[in-house]
């Protein structure tokens, strides 16, 4: 079993509607989340960065955090042709030396 | 502007060559990585280095080598041991100390072999 699980997609949304995504994890000791989005040949570039459980809200884009189930979802509002990306999940620990560890993206399509 | 330059975009290498990948960051980070990325997957860690002088392997380091003499500069020498080297490489930075652990990337090399 992966550490991260995510489900690979595609995810094909109208445009308009909200884009829900998530990510399992099995390492209690994650405390830090981040979402990064990438397009087609492109590198990732940070979305939202979340400590421990809670929301935060950026703009059309909500990141959640449910430590206690070990689940994180990231949900994007009012969604455009321009969001559709590949959506990768990045966790880690607190000690500074800690690696990041991925999952393996969910592409999405936004449908005009 | 502040950023991580990868250089080339794209590289074409023939049975049996080794070629280096370069990665320079002017962001003054302490921390950088190498990423590999294969169609449809996510990212695997190929090597990371905290400080010049030291890097560590990551979890596919077989067929990899890297250096670490500068702050600002992680090249990455893919050797002909690497058995299927075609995919996308990253590169990443990031500044040990602040709270939290993002990372920022640069955008990629494709390398194929030919």
């Known amino acids: 079993q992966k550490e991260v699980e995510q489900d690979p997609g595609p995810l094909s949304v109208p445009e308009g509607a909200i884009v829900s995504l998530n990510c399992t994890y099995s390492?209690?000791?994650?405390?830090?989340f981040m979402w990064y989005r990438q397009y087609s040949r492109k590198g990732p570039e940070l979305l939202m960065y979340t400590y421990s459980s809670g929301n935060k809200e950026d703009g059309r884009f909500t990141a959640q955090v449910d430590k206690s189930s070990k689940y994180i979802s990231l949900f994007i509002r009012d969604s455009q042709p321009s969001d559709s990306a590949t959506y990768l999940c990045?966790?880690?620990?607190?000690?500074?030396?800690?690696?990041?560890?991925f999952g393996g993206g969910t592409r999405v399509l936004v449908k005009p | 502007d502040g950023g991580i330059t990868q250089s080339p975009k794209y590289l074409f290498r023939k049975e049996g060559q080794n070629v280096t990948l370069s990665c320079e960051q002017n962001l003054n980070h302490d921390a950088m990585y190498w990423y590999r990325q294969d169609p449809g997957q996510g990212l695997r860690l190929i090597y990371y280095s905290q400080i010049v002088n030291d890097f560590q392997k990551g979890d596919i380091a077989e067929g990899y080598s890297v250096s670490r003499e500068k702050k600002e500069s992680f090249p990455l020498t893919v050797t002909s041991a690497q058995k299927n080297p075609t995919a996308f490489y990253l590169c990443?930075?990031?500044?040990?100390?602040?709270?939290?652990?993002?990372?920022?990337f640069g955008e990629g090399s494709w390398l194929t072999v030919v």
């Open positions: 390492n209690s000791a994650f405390q830090y």
């Open positions: 990443a930075s990031r500044s040990v100390g602040q709270s939290g652990n993002t990372i920022y």
């Open positions: 990045a966790m880690s620990g607190t000690a500074a030396g800690n690696k990041l560890t």
